[in-house]
């Protein structure tokens, strides 16, 4: 098993193969790689401050890779696609300098990306008949707000919108249903409260890695392998989750469903209490980027050197 490389010259061939396997997978795990966070959120910050920040920040940067790995319902695990985006310029767009030295240090080259690289102009027409063909798609993140802001300013072609409510109902056109594995692995026992990276929590599991760590196939790949062993180690309802993300209120739904109050899992494994509405989870890092907390509730970067936003 291999990661797929895709750039503009093989982006119609892969796309082609892409559209067949949905036919059989129908969870679509995702991981996204960008310029690091301009503006961080300190944990405890007001859910307004979370999603304010999450605009400012996918606003004024451009996705790097997106990563998408297909599987079904059973475990089985399909290919790995990562997609490499052309439109991220490192010698005019802004990015947080720790954030691209991490993943320079894992293999990422950027001057290839910027010269093989699929324009986003030509990808999100093809990804998006690809998808409207299709029905019943889950989308599997860890951690994963990012990742489906990202995604969504894609699709739309435009700034993210100016609430966290607005975002979810807009959302809601393109995912069907959404599952965040670290919500989930706050209910598990063992998990650590959800208080773990996907390496971290990749480890506990016994999932090996495909690839280098911080590239988006291989996140991806170990999301979906992630994912696959917590449906099978502790069976929890996915509807129960269905829709939240971490470090975001608003739940991204399609329709009204009831969500029960308790999960039966093996009790082995599981907290069986689950609230009605689960508790705000607070975001937290996304890279090894830490740029100084925001004072402000809408993080204006104040002064700008060699393409990096240096924050006051």
């Not at 699929?118 to 029905?135: A, D, G, N, T």
């Not at 026992?189 to 990749?202: E, F, P, V």
Request: aromatic share 12%.
């Amino acid at each position: 098993m291999a990661i797929i490389s895709v750039w503009r010259d093989n982006f119609q061939q892969e796309s082609v193969q892409f559209d067949k396997s949905l036919h059989r997978f129908n969870i679509l795990s995702i991981d996204t790689e960008f310029p690091g966070f301009i503006c961080s959120t300190p944990r405890d910050a007001p859910t307004s401050v979370v999603y304010n920040n999450l605009k400012f920040n996918v606003d004024n940067t451009k996705i790097i890779q997106l990563g998408i790995t297909l599987s079904d319902d059973k475990g089985n695990i399909g290919s790995t696609w990562e997609f490499n985006f052309s439109d991220f310029d490192f010698q005019k767009d802004p990015y947080v300098e720790e954030s691209m030295r991490l993943m320079q240090r894992n293999g990422m080259d950027f001057a290839k990306i910027r010269r093989d690289g699929i324009p986003q102009c030509v990808f999100v027409p093809r990804l998006l008949e690809i998808l409207s063909k299709h029905k019943n798609l889950k989308w599997v993140t860890f951690h994963g707000l990012y990742d489906l802001a990202h995604i969504t300013k894609l699709f739309i072609n435009h700034p993210l919108p100016q609430s966290a409510r607005a975002f979810a109902v807009g959302a809601t056109k393109y995912f069907e249903s959404v599952l965040d594995v670290k919500v989930v692995a706050k209910y598990c026992d063992g998990l650590m409260g959800g208080n773990l990276g996907l390496s971290k929590l990749a480890k506990i599991l016994g999932v090996e890695r495909l690839g280098e760590a911080h590239n988006a196939g291989s996140d991806s790949f170990v999301t979906a392998a992630v994912f696959a062993k917590m449906k099978e180690k502790f069976e929890f309802e996915e509807k129960v989750f269905d829709g939240i993300l971490y470090g975001m209120d608003e739940r991204i739904m399609k329709r009204s469903i009831h969500v029960p109050r308790k999960i039966i899992p093996r009790p082995r494994y599981c907290r069986p209490l689950i609230p009605h509405q689960p508790p705000t989870f607070m975001t937290q890092g996304f890279t090894a980027s830490s740029p100084r907390p925001c004072s402000f509730n809408y993080c204006v970067p104040v002064q700008i050197q060699s393409n990096m936003f240096i924050l006051m």
